[in-house]
């Protein structure tokens, strides 16, 4: 018995962000979720103090939007809103920002080329407020609830986060940052006074800086901000004083209680009314949820059996709305109470395989290497075909939760092993600088340490080893494929296969993300061409797939047609399918099933293993 691509498509994803609210009755709780067979849609949802769930969001409206081309923070429940629910909320097709009310959705800002993100609703004003990102121009804007002209609140960095207003409304902070530093690099806590007219006067910044990453900021009063920073080379939570006092650190370990702001609006802080602090902390191998006593530095575990809380967590009547995971639960809205530490699940349960079809995974350091190992669930007898899963990024990692797309290999005997390279978040500061520079050479050595590891432990086939992942975990699977000897093939998701190109034709917030991965251009330009995949085609030790959306804003689909064209040219094994209306990850059910198919069956190519249940899968050079 197997896990079919069905079932992987169904659960595949998980909420985005959560929101708590108090009522009379008790704490309601909001998100929002993918619905890949609605063609791929992020629908809002509530749940009410009895236990009813609905849809907030009615069918044809989408909670996403492009700023920064990932999108961020895409909607926020509103108070007092008649007869229904209300909610303002950005929507996919035209980017705009609307509020719905009883049913009906009124646009709130004109026609253009904006795209809005971040929403913030300020305590005490009838607007909310978000990052406005017209073409590569960013402000801070505030949007009225009753339909009357944007309004800018504040023009400053390059790229902004996280608006907040202070408590007696006289200052606002955010979080910005310039190129080309990513958030995840240098950014400036900022404050600025706010002026009866409603825009911000002359900021000072008051943490931060080109070497210090603040990703999440509150205020604890009016002249005293929580902020969550790595001066110490890890995301704590710290004290900052406007009138520049020194500080303090209130959680001096070696954990993360931070994030990489892939997205604005990320949340790993929340403030309860009794001023403790509601925290997601932890390393990528153990995430938690815990209480901080600010006081008296008192860290309570909230986590239960979960080993992953996701970046987003709200606080309302003395609990917490959270996102959790465990090896064998997917990702979950989760109501905490602050006292009793007691969970209880919101979201609506999906339909999961049999236990025994899961994999138990193991955490283990190969060379110094992260990685969490999944068995496969039969074996043929002796060292088993492993996959090697890259994450993206790469400033990210891939935590230990339920993932069927792991449990739909394991489940038909190939083992995998997900690989959280040098530049991995999670484990602090100094491990994401192993690949300052050095991205095609670090992350590429460490992959192929845990496959000759797990070699030489006896678990893997040598000669049945493969390399996966998407983006930039699809650079690092080509740039295996050419630089090392060690996979039989690869399979690359809308992957990056030239640096060079791709640093002149991506997005903004990505334009300048190689100076630090690679060097500055032209500079360094060697590197890029040594590095190159595209420019090494005749060093690929095996096939490749790649798999590619024509609607990618992110990585263009020439970077994956070039490749393929060159790998053609020097004889070498290749196949690339495309998927209309698909974007920068896959969200539609028709796509996950088609695109987990062709890479079983390339598998079975590569491996040969019989793969009678997929359609067949034809490599071009294949004699």
Sequence with gaps: MSIRPIDVARTDGGPQWVEAVATPSGVEVWWDEPRPHEGGRRCVVRRLPDGTRTDVLPPGWNARNRVVEYGGRSWRPLPGAGNGPGLVFTNWADQRLYRLSEG?????????RSRYADLYLPPGRDEVWAVRETDDVRDL????L??????????AQHFLMNPRISPDGRNVAWIGWDHPNMPWDGTELSVAP???DGTAGAYQVVAGGPEESVAQAEWR???TLYAVTDPTGWWNVHLVHLDGSPGRNLTPMELEFGHAAWKPGMTCLAVADDGRLVVVYGTADHRRLGVLDPVTGDLMELGGEATYWSSTVSVAGGKAAAVRATPYTPLEVTLVDLDEGSHEIVSAPKPLPERDLLPTPEAVTIEGVHAHLYPPATTRGGPAPYVIFVHGGPTGNLPVVLDLEIAYFTSRGLGVAVVNYGGSTGYGRAYRERLRNQWGVVDVQDCAKVARGLVELGRADAAKLAIR???AGGWTTVAALVHSDVFAGGVAHYAITDPESWAAETHDFESRYLDGLVGPLPETRQRYTERSPLLNPSRASGPCLMLHGLEDAIVDVGQAERFTAELDKHGKEWALLTFPGEQHGWRREETIVAVLEAELAFYGLIFDMETPEVPPLTLKGRS
């Design 104 to 112: 009906t959705a009124v646009p709130l800002t004109p026609e253009a």
């Design 141 to 144: 804007v505030a949007v009225p």
């Design 146 to 155: 009753d339909g009357s002209p944007v309004r800018v609140i504040a023009k």
């Design 194 to 196: 706010l002026r009866a």
């Design 221 to 223: 009063d009016d002249a």
């Design 469 to 471: 992942g998407g983006s």
